[in-house]
């Protein structure tokens, strides 16, 4: 399989991120799933005239592409003319390389959340008029359009996240190479249901303080983030706190909120991003497939039952009080 | 006869980057450095709330997230008054320190050496064992480089959440408290990281390699993959290749209760001297940007959508008292007095200085990092309360990413953003000409390069380019 990987207007932290990738590391792990590398802009020796030869004999069909990445947004300015990002050494907006690739790839591939949907760099008033590969945003039809099809059959792939989780990127990859992911496989934004059918909030370790609705304050509080801090992790799609990040790290985890970063739209939320916004003193935005009725009832009911080890411990910068012993049976 | 050649895509690079060359009697007679990409995060900080800089500036870049994060939180600080609890400042130090020694590895690894495993070298001495170790994205060296990059980072994961792009570093200090049991973990991760250092890259302790006191003895240190560095910078005489002008500034790093570790200032003339940060301007006169020459805390990012024909990048020209400076690892030692570096830079600050001068940092990050996770204090509070932000004000963020000095200019009207500007270290050495001509650090050290009559990818141009480890997202964010 030969994987072409092309960033267009990005950080490069989708890159730096797949570097991170254990167990093996990213280049073994390509090489043994058969994957060989045509070009990757961080990785590969070729520069210059090396890489322009390259890209024109894939575009020519003289190379086979079986799988394109594209890491970082699509730019589409100044006035539609994708000039705020020349692919250096050809004089050509990388939007048009991106479109001609990917048209000749048997499967495209959005590594991030800017290449998916448009992400941060679409982000207030989106100066440069940046897309995703397949989405505006949350709305269907980016660079290329709904109906787009690669010639394997699938829509563009969309490996959501700021940045993306080594693990998703290479199982993606693999399932690739190996056949066996389908349209089925995708969900309704086109994200592999792998790690998309979980929520950042299974097996966060702040789920006791959901329970009870024992909520940190400030940062550096070791309770519930939802109500205060503006954390989404109850609507966000993502294994993160499954999987875990860097180790066993997530953001949850390191008692910062959970922004949503595997969602269209996430950078413009609307509120600051480490602040709950409240109508009447009560969160807006309450986990999305739950009664709103019956959410606020639970909610003021565990808050009375809170116990006090919970309660306290939700306003401190670490454990404090202990889980309680069992005395002894005479 | 002066020939033109345009050398993209420049890769092994962070970001996307085109280099226009004249060539004349087989050199560089000029060279002209375009950043080809904009996304304009300066505009999409405008009208937010200030708090949203820690989790979109971050995001200007995958590489130097930490960096960008370090600078947001102390251009809020400033901002807001009050002092963070000097623990969190130590752990923020840390995470940042862990990113730079990363950043300085892949580098080295990734970026840099893999050149010498071309064929165009075939027939030096070295040069199989350089296909051997440093092989693009299939060399020994770089999987295991990659590997104890991945452990390293796990200090992030723990403390940080992940990277890039982690939101615990916050004006008052960072988002958790590590226990005595993160410590213990966090050492592991620098014990195993300190192995690598001893038994691949320096092939000795890290403090002989901190112990190099000149030039000559750090050219007889024949171990590790630095060793063989070394025997390959002496034999294609890596030390007169893209010389520079001995200008250097740094912004100081990782802040500390007595001052920074590695001191702010400049290096002029061969002597040090102050940083006054109100000397800095940026020029758009070759910048493809609108507006006058100004102070970062008054600039303003206007990009011209016409792409005038007398400019040619995206990039601003940063001046100091309007001098270029050349800002990075190497600068950072000189500034902080090492005696290695002075030598080096005393040499020309060429390639050879400019890669030695990471190598020394990361040699002398190792033990300041284990000092700070050693000092750990699990009692301690991790985050001071800080008063609000105000509904109008300013604030300044000085940090020095792995590439060297970065800042940010806060100006917060009526609760929101209403100016921010940031200028990166590449910025600085990636810069345009100013209205005087003057080319920027590459630009000026691109000139002698030596090109082959069969070249248009000159590796000479390759080597200086990539000693500069610019970073492309940044320049221009």
Redesign the interface.
């Known amino acids: 399989m030969n994987l072409l990987w092309l960033q267009s207007a990005g950080c490069g932290g989708c890159t730096m991120s797949l570097l991170c990738a254990e167990d093996p590391n990213v280049i073994d792990l390509l090489d043994g799933a058969g994957i060989r590398l045509l070009w990757h802009p961080a990785l590969s020796e070729a520069t210059g005239r090396e890489v322009t030869d390259l890209l024109a004999a894939i575009a020519g069909g003289t190379i086979p592409l079986d799988i394109l990445c594209v890491e970082g947004s699509l730019l589409r300015g100044p006035n539609g003319t994708g000039r705020y990002h020349i692919l250096s050494g050809t004089g050509r907006p990388m939007i048009d390389w991106v479109r001609d690739m990917a048209h000749v790839a048997r499967h495209v591939v959005a590594v991030g959340t800017c290449a998916a949907f448009g992400g941060v760099t679409s982000a207030g008033e989106n100066p440069a008029d940046a897309v995703g590969l397949q989405f505006d945003g949350s709305h269907a039809g980016g660079l290329l359009p709904p109906e787009f099809r690669a010639a394997g059959g699938l829509p563009v792939v969309n490996i959501a996240g700021c940045p993306t989780h080594p693990g998703w990127v290479t199982e993606t990859l693999m399932l690739l190479a190996d056949g066996k992911l389908t349209e089925a496989d995708l969900d309704g934004y086109a994200r592999p249901r792998f790690f998309a059918d979980h929520l950042v909030h299974h097996a966060c370790p702040k789920n006791e303080f959901y329970e009870y609705k024992a909520s940190a304050r400030h940062l550096s509080e070791i309770g519930c983030m939802m109500e205060n801090l503006g954390c989404v992790g109850t609507q966000a799609v993502g294994d993160c706190n499954i999987r875990t990040w860097n180790g066993e790290g997530s953001c949850t985890r390191a008692g910062y909120p959970c922004i949503n970063c595997t969602a269209p739209e996430f950078e413009e939320p609307h509120h600051a991003f480490t602040e709950t916004p409240k109508f009447a003193g009560i969160p807006v935005g309450l986990p999305s497939d739950m009664p709103k009725a019956w959410f606020m009832a639970l909610a003021s009911l565990s808050k009375a039952a809170t116990p006090e080890r919970i309660g306290t411990n939700a306003v401190a910068d670490r454990i404090r009080v202990p889980p309680s012993l069992k005395t002894p049976r005479r | 006869m002066t020939a033109r050649l345009?050398?993209?895509?420049?890769?092994?690079v962070?970001?996307?980057?085109?280099i226009h060359l004249d060539v004349a009697d087989g050199q560089v007679a000029a060279a002209r450095a375009?950043s080809?990409?904009?996304?304009?995060f300066e505009?999409?900080?405008?009208?937010?709330?200030p708090?949203?800089a820690?989790?979109?500036t971050p995001?200007?870049?995958?590489?130097c997230?930490i960096s960008q994060s370090a600078a947001a939180a102390r251009a809020l600080a400033d901002a807001g008054g009050g002092t963070p609890s000097i623990h969190g400042a130590r752990m923020a130090a840390l995470l940042h320190g862990v990113e730079n020694t990363a950043d300085h590895l892949?580098h080295f690894y990734?970026?840099f050496m893999?050149?010498f495993?071309?064929p165009a070298y075939a027939g030096h001495a070295w040069h199989a064992e350089a296909v051997t170790r440093f092989?693009?994205?299939?060399g020994g060296a770089?999987?295991a480089a990659?590997?104890a990059?991945?452990?390293l980072?796990?200090i992030?994961?723990?403390?940080?959440?992940?990277?890039?792009?982690?939101?615990?570093i916050?004006p008052?200090?960072?988002?958790?408290?590590p226990?005595m049991r993160d410590r213990m973990r966090m050492a592991l991760?620098l014990k195993g990281f300190r192995r690598f250092l001893e038994d691949t890259l320096f092939g000795a302790p890290v403090e002989a390699f901190t112990d190099l006191s000149d030039t000559d003895a750090l050219m007889g240190w024949t171990t590790g993959d630095a060793g063989r560095f070394l025997r390959i910078a002496a034999d294609l005489d890596l030390a007169a290749m893209g010389q520079g002008a001995g200008r250097y500034l740094s912004f100081g790093a990782y802040p500390g209760p007595d001052g920074p570790a590695f001191a702010a200032g400049t290096w002029m003339d061969g002597a040090p001297g102050p940083f006054d940060p109100a000397a800095i301007t940026e020029d758009l006169s070759h910048a493809w940007m609108l507006g006058e020459t100004a102070h970062p805390s008054r600039g303003d990012t206007r990009?011209d959508?016409d792409?005038r024909e007398d400019a040619y990048s995206?990039c601003k020209a940063p001046r100091l008292n309007g001098a270029t400076m050349e800002t990075g690892a190497l600068a950072r030692q000189v500034i902080d007095g090492h005696l290695l570096a002075r030598d080096l830079a005393a040499g020309g600050g060429g390639v050879l200085a400019r890669v030695a001068g990471r190598l020394l940092e990361i040699a002398r990050l190792q033990p300041m990092l284990e000092a700070w996770v050693d000092g750990i204090e699990p009692d301690a509070?991790?985050?001071a309360?800080m008063p609000p932000l105000p509904d109008n004000g300013a604030g300044v963020g000085l940090v020095e990413a792995a590439r060297g000095a970065l800042g940010h200019w806060l100006r917060i009207e009526g609760g929101r953003i209403a100016g921010y500007q940031i200028v990166a270290p590449t910025t600085w050495n990636f810069s345009p000409r100013d209205a005087t001509g003057t080319p920027g650090p590459v630009e000026a050290a691109l000139v002698g390069a030596r090109v082959g009559a069969d070249e248009?990818?000159p590796l000479s141009v390759?080597h200086i380019v990539r000693s500069f480890d610019p970073c492309m997202?940044c320049t221009v964010h």
Do not use: Y
Not at chain 2, 6 to 12: E, I, L, M, Q
Not at chain 2, 172 to 177: L, N, P
């Open positions: 345009v050398v993209g895509p420049f890769n092994r962070e970001g996307d980057l085109e375009n080809p990409l904009f996304r304009g505009r999409m900080l405008l009208g937010k709330d708090r949203d820690l989790t979109i995001r200007i870049c995958g590489i997230s892949t990734l970026f893999p050149d495993a071309r092989t693009a994205a299939e770089i999987r990659v590997e990059r991945a452990r980072l796990h992030v994961g723990l403390l940080g959440g992940k990277w890039p792009h982690t939101l615990a916050q008052g200090g960072i988002t958790r408290a226990g991760s990009p959508e792409m995206w509070s991790f985050m309360e248009d990818t390759q997202v």
